[in-house]
């Protein structure tokens, strides 16, 4: 496991700023896009009731939950449940730690955990065992982290770069390899049954050359909506580069995995 340090302060000032800065998202989720490609299929899948660990501003929590399934959010950053719960307050969403949850041994049937275990310092085994405690067995987690490839390591080479000198780092997020992640999965309980290269950010987006017209300024909250979107040649130079080197240049992994 790599580990990127960046400027902000740590995994909750940086997490807390972010949720900050931002209202919670509409519940528009583009189902052919990460994340929500990857929630539907587990939604499909299963009937029960559904944990969305680690939720943000609850674009995945409140789409699912207008369409009536049964679906709870914790996320870390109080700021981010109290905004969803302004927004909507039949939603169920509350402040919890990934590592210590407030819910009963075996209460869901699927998990979803998109971008939040590659955001703990310390304490990854245990936020993988709380994860399989909560859940039936046989149940399906869908949980994504970041990759530990080439296209990371100009991420955070480039970030490097354009720091302030003497800028003071903290822990930011953890990379990890496939074996690395198929490991966390297996000693914690977990059959993987899919591993997929995702491009949720792809590298091209960070130059705004390559992004698409409506993106040239960046907005979080349309970004988070429609997805990063590239320019026809930034699309193009993307798509070659994950066609041919998948492992390299996406920036995240996905993992479907069943409780054993
Ligand atoms: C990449 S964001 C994903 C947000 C949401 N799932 C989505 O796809 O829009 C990761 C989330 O994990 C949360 N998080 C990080 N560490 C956590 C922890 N220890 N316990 C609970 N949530 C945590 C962060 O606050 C953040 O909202």
């Known amino acids: 496991m790599r580990v990127t340090y960046r400027g902000h302060g740590g995994s909750d000032a940086y997490w807390g700023k972010r949720w900050a800065q931002i209202p919670a998202d509409d519940g528009q989720l583009n189902l052919q896009r990460y994340p929500g490609k990857f929630a539907e299929r587990v939604m499909q899948e299963v009937s029960g009731e559904v944990l969305e660990a680690g939720c943000g ?22 700021t981010a449940i109290e905004k969803i719960q302004r927004l909507d307050p039949s939603v169920n ?32 085994e245990k936020a993988f065992q709380e994860t399989r405690r909560v859940m039936q067995p046989d149940g399906i987690l869908c949980a994504s982290v970041r990759m530990d ?12 770069k354009n720091a302030p000198p003497g800028t003071e780092k903290f822990f930011h997020k953890a990379n ?11 000693n914690a309980g977990f059959e993987t049954t899919k591993v997929e290269f995702v ?7 960070k130059f705004k050359i390559f992004r698409h017209r409506a993106h040239k300024v960046f907005d979080e909250h349309r970004a988070r909506g429609e997805g990063y979107q590239l320019s026809w040649f930034g699309n193009l ?10 492992q390299s240049f996406c920036n995240i992994m996905v993992a479907t995995a069943r409780a054993i």
Do not use: C
């Open 93 to 124: 969403a509350r402040q919890a730690d990934i590592t210590q949850l407030p819910f009963e041994d075996q209460q869901f049937q699927g998990v979803l955990a998109f971008g939040l275990y590659h955001s703990l310092e310390s304490g990854i």
């Open 149 to 160: 490839n080439i296209q990371n390591r100009l991420n955070d080479w480039l970030a490097d």
């Open 237 to 246: 130079l993307q798509k070659s580069l994950i066609s041919v080197f998948p």
């Open 199 to 205: 491009e949720n950010m792809p590298l091209l987006y």
């Open 176 to 186: 990890f390899t496939p074996r690395e992640f198929r490991a966390l999965l297996r």
């Open 57 to 78: 501003a609850g674009r995945v929590l409140l789409h699912y939950h207008r369409l009536r399934r049964p679906i709870t959010g914790i996320d870390f950053i109080g």
